[in-house]
C-alpha cells in the first residue's frame, strides 16, 4: 500500500492537535489566523453554516494562543510569528446547549464553566449567577497567568436555533444568553483576543447587550475563504487525493473534479470570492470514496422546515431571488422572511452582485443542497416519500435516454398509488409536487420561468434536451400544448443550444395523477 492511499481525512474532525499529531490531511488556514490576531479589532464574529470548520477554527486559535508552536510548523503562520506568547484561553462550547429550557440552560453555562475554572487551575466561588462567574473566571485568570485572557465562544446561537420560531420561549432563553455574555464588555480590558462563532446573526442589542464592537468578518472579502476549502486549495494540496479518488469511482481525475464541484462546489459568503467547497461533503467523499449527500445527510434542521411553513414559502421560491446584503445578512430575530436564515444555514449563498444596484442574487449553491433540500419538502405533499425513491431512479434513467413518455407513464403508475396529504384543487399545488420530482431527477428545474408572452410551468434541461412543461389541472393535455403554442413558449429559449421538445400535461384531481399528455 503506498502512502497515498494511507491518507487519513478528517471529516467531522474539529481538533487542529489530533489533525497535525495524527497526520491528517489539513488545509493550510493559519494565515487567517495571523490575519485575525492582529488586527486592530480584538472583537471578531464569525457565521457560517454548519459542518463548515467554524469549531476546528475555533481550536486551531486555541492551540495558537495557547503558544502550542510545534503544531504549526511547516504551515503558513511559522513564517509570520515571531512571538508565540502564551495567554490564558477561555473556550466554550455551545453547541451541547440545544433543546433545554431556562434552568437546564443555566446549568449548562455553569457547567461550562466550572470546566474552564479546573483546565486553568482556579479556584472560584460557585456563584450561579452566570453573568458574575464569568466576570470571577476572566479577572481571576487575567490575575493568575499575568496576561490577558483569550474568549473563544463556539456556536455561541445554539441554545436557540431550534426555538426562532417560538414567540414565547425565544426571549427567554436570548435573556439568559445575554446575561452570559455581558461580562465581555465590562471586562474589556483584561481581554487579548474575543472570537465568536455561529450559524446565525442575532441582533447585538438583544444578545451582547452593549457590545456594540465586534467586527463582523462573516462577508469580509478578506475572509471569503476561512472556512471551506476552495478550488485553489483543492488543486494545490490536494491533487494526488482526487487521481486516487478518480480511480476508486473508476473515472478520470477531470470527471472527479467535475463531480466533486456539481455536488459540494458553489459557495460564495462574499463578493468577489473564490469557489468554496463543503469542507466536510469533500473530505467525506474522499475518505469513502463515494460521491454522496454527506452534509446533508448529516442533520436537516428541523427548524430550517418549521420556518418555511410558517413563511408559506413554496420550493420554487426558495433560490433565485435579488436582494441587498442588508435582507439576508440580517439578525434572524427581526427577520420578516425565510432569506437570512437559509443564507446563513447554508441553503442559499450569493451567486452574483451588482456594484451598480448593490443587489445580490442568492441561489442553491449545488446539487447535494438542492436534492436534500426537496426531498425534505417532499413530505409536505405526499405522506409516503420514500415509495418515490423508485420512481425518481427509473424516472431518471427514461429522460436521460430522451424516452420522456416512458418517465410520465412510470409518474402516472406511481402517482396513482401514493396517498396525498391533502385534496388541494389548485393548479399550483400540483405544479410544486412536480418541481421537487423533477429535481431529484438530478436535472435542473424551473418553475413559472418568465417569458415576453407569459410564464412556462416548469422547464427542464439535460444533457442532451431541454423541455418545456405545461400543466393544467381537470382540463386537457391539449390545452396545455396550445398555450405553449400561444405564448410562444419556445422563442424564449432559443439560444440555448439544445433542442427544445414541448410537453403538455393534464393533472386529475380527483385520482391524483396525470390523466394524459402530449409531447411535441
Known amino acids: ?135 470571577d473566571l476572566i479577572i481571576k485568570a487575567y490575575e493568575k497567568y499575568g496576561r490577558e485572557v483569550v474568549v473563544l465562544i463556539d456556536e455561541y446561537d445554539a441554545p436557540l436555533l431550534d426555538i426562532l420560531h417560538e414567540d414565547e420561549e425565544l426571549p427567554i432563553l436570548r435573556n439568559v444568553m445575554r446575561n452570559f455574555y455581558s461580562p465581555l464588555k465590562a471586562c474589556g480590558k483584561y481581554l487579548r483576543f474575543v472570537f465568536l462563532t455561529g450559524i446565525t446573526k442575532f441582533s447585538q442589542l438583544s444578545i451582547f447587550s452593549e457590545l456594540n464592537n465586534i467586527e ?52 460564495h459568503f462574499a463578493w468577489p470570492s473564490p469557489d468554496v467547497y463543503n469542507p466536510f461533503s469533500l473530505m467525506a467523499a474522499l475518505s469513502k470514496g463515494k460521491i454522496d449527500s454527506y452534509w446533508f445527510g448529516s442533520g436537516t434542521p428541523t427548524y430550517l422546515i418549521e420556518m418555511l411553513n410558517k413563511f408559506q414559502v413554496i420550493p420554487q421560491d426558495i433560490s433565485g431571488q435579488k436582494c441587498k446584503a442588508a435582507d439576508f445578512d440580517a439578525p434572524t430575530e427581526r427577520m420578516t422572511g425565510i432569506t437570512p436564515l437559509f443564507y446563513q444555514s447554508g441553503y442559499l449563498t450569493i451567486k452574483r452582485y451588482s456594484a ?35 420512481l425518481v431512479g427509473e424516472m431518471a434513467e427514461c429522460i436521460h435516454f430522451g424516452d420522456m413518455d416512458g418517465a410520465l407513464r412510470l409518474m402516472q403508475k406511481v402517482l396513482s398509488t401514493v396517498p396525498y396529504c391533502e385534496n388541494t384543487r389548485y393548479e399550483g399545488h400540483y405544479q410544486q409536487m412536480l418541481y421537487l420530482i423533477f429535481t431529484l431527477l438530478g436535472n435542473f428545474a424551473d418553475v413559472e420561468v418568465r417569458t415576453p408572452q407569459g410564464r412556462v410551468d416548469v422547464v427542464m434541461r439535460t444533457h442532451s434536451t431541454l423541455y418545456v412543461i405545461e400543466l393544467k389541472l381537470d382540463k386537457t393535455a391539449g390545452e396545455a400544448l396550445r398555450q405553449i403554442d400561444l405564448k410562444q413558449y419556445p422563442e424564449r429559449f432559443a439560444l440555448c443550444g439544445l433542442p427544445v421538445v414541448k410537453v403538455g400535461i393534464n393533472f386529475d384531481s380527483e385520482r391524483h395523477t396525470l390523466t394524459d399528455w402530449e409531447i411535441r
Open 1 to 135: 500500500m503506498n502512502t497515498l492511499e494511507r491518507r487519513k481525512y478528517p471529516y467531522g474532525i474539529q481538533f487542529f492537535s489530533i489533525i497535525r499529531r495524527e497526520n491528517y490531511l489539513y488545509v493550510d488556514k493559519t494565515e487567517y489566523v495571523y490575519r485575525m490576531t492582529h488586527s486592530d479589532n480584538k472583537y471578531m464574529f464569525l457565521n457560517r453554516p454548519r459542518r463548515f470548520g467554524k469549531s476546528l477554527l475555533t481550536d486551531t486559535l486555541q492551540c495558537y494562543f495557547e503558544g502550542q508552536r510545534e503544531l504549526f510548523r511547516g504551515l503558513a503562520i511559522e513564517k509570520l510569528e515571531t512571538e508565540w506568547t502564551a495567554y490564558p484561553v477561555l473556550h466554550f462550547d455551545m453547541s451541547l446547549g440545544k433543546h433545554l429550557d431556562k434552568e437546564a440552560l443555566t446549568r449548562y453555562l455553569l457547567y461550562i464553566l466550572s470546566n474552564n475554572e479546573k483546565r486553568l487551575g482556579l479556584d472560584i466561588s460557585e456563584s450561579f449567577d452566570t453573568n458574575i462567574r464569568l466576570t
Open 216 to 267: 463582523n468578518i462573516s462577508m469580509d472579502a478578506n475572509y471569503a475563504a476561512i472556512c471551506g476549502i476552495t478550488e485553489e486549495e483543492i488543486c494545490i494540496q490536494m491533487d494526488e487525493d482526487i487521481e486516487l479518488l478518480a480511480r476508486r469511482l473508476g473515472t478520470d481525475k477531470e470527471d472527479a473534479l467535475r463531480q466533486l464541484k456539481a455536488y459540494y462546489d458553489g459557495y
Open 356 to 390: 451598480f444596484s448593490g443587489l445580490y442574487q442568492l441561489e442553491i449553491p449545488n446539487k447535494e443542497v438542492r436534492i436534500g433540500l426537496m426531498e425534505s419538502l417532499l413530505v409536505n405533499y405526499v405522506r409516503r416519500p420514500a415509495e418515490l425513491n423508485t
